[in-house]
């Protein structure tokens, strides 16, 4: 059974353009977090999801950040005309449908993002 | 602002001996407190939870020590084994809020001396 895959690994991107960050949860998962560590801070939550649907974006930048995890495929952060200020680490984290809470959760190894 | 600190940004101990993480927060709604374990390259993986109804629980090696009044929590490590060198991440969430509403710390990086 895999745990929580992220890809890519590690980002470069410019500033102005796209980064797109997919996570592909445990099998048998259907809950989708994402969560942002800056540099010398801790993980910050950004959004939940489940399949099809938002439950809650409420830590999500109110701008240029999109999330969505479609019927089939990854989960997709999406970053558009990135900044400088977006370099951080961006961990994904899965849960089953039902079970004791967030503790069951398994995080991904992240994605480190650049932008130069 | 972070409502949850981990002031020592580094450990080093001696295999065998006790590992001691310290964690202050600020927020007073804070009521259940977790620690997390990442090694490099890797996510971080739930390690130890507790209860604000609780000041202590224990799981093999690993205790977590928690003083309400003072807004403090510990994690203590014994005996520290060089498998324990990693990143230990404080986190707690609030009343009412729910369960992935974490806040962390910043981390510790834990290195043990063979």
């Known amino acids: 059974n895999a745990g929580v895959m992220q890809n890519p690994r590690h980002l470069v991107r410019r500033r102005g353009q796209e980064a797109r960050l997919r996570c592909s949860p445990m099998?048998?998962?259907?809950?989708v977090y994402w969560y942002r560590q800056l540099p010398e801070e801790g993980l910050k939550f950004m959004v939940y999801?489940?399949?099809?649907?938002?439950?809650?974006e409420s830590g999500m930048p109110k701008e240029r950040f999109s999330a969505e995890f479609p019927k089939e495929g990854p989960s997709i952060l999406r970053i558009q005309q990135v900044v400088r200020g977006d370099s951080a680490a961006y961990f994904c984290?899965?849960?089953?449908?039902?079970?004791?809470?967030?503790?069951?959760?398994?995080f991904g190894q992240g994605t480190r993002l650049t932008v130069v | 602002d972070q409502q949850v600190k981990q002031n020592s940004p580094s450990l080093s101990v001696q295999e065998g001996r006790i590992s001691i993480l310290n964690c202050d927060y600020t927020?007073?709604?804070?009521?259940?407190f977790l620690w997390y374990k990442k090694y490099p390259a890797e996510g971080p993986t739930f390690l130890i939870s507790?209860?604000?109804?609780?000041d202590k629980n224990e799981d093999g090696r690993f205790t977590v020590f928690l003083n309400k009044s003072a807004k403090h929590l510990s994690l203590h490590i014994v005996p520290s084994q060089p498998g324990d060198s990693a990143v230990y991440f404080c986190?707690?969430?609030?009343?009412?809020?729910?369960?992935?509403?974490?806040?962390f710390g910043a981390g510790t990086t834990v290195t043990v001396r063979a």
């Open positions: 507790i209860s604000s109804i609780k």
């Open positions: 986190a707690a969430s609030a009343v009412g809020s729910n369960d992935y509403k974490l806040s």
């Open positions: 999801l489940q399949k099809e649907n938002i439950i809650d």
């Open positions: 927020n007073s709604m804070f009521d259940y």
């Open positions: 099998k048998g998962h259907s809950h």
């Open positions: 984290a899965s849960s089953p449908p039902s079970g004791d809470g967030f503790t069951e959760a398994f």
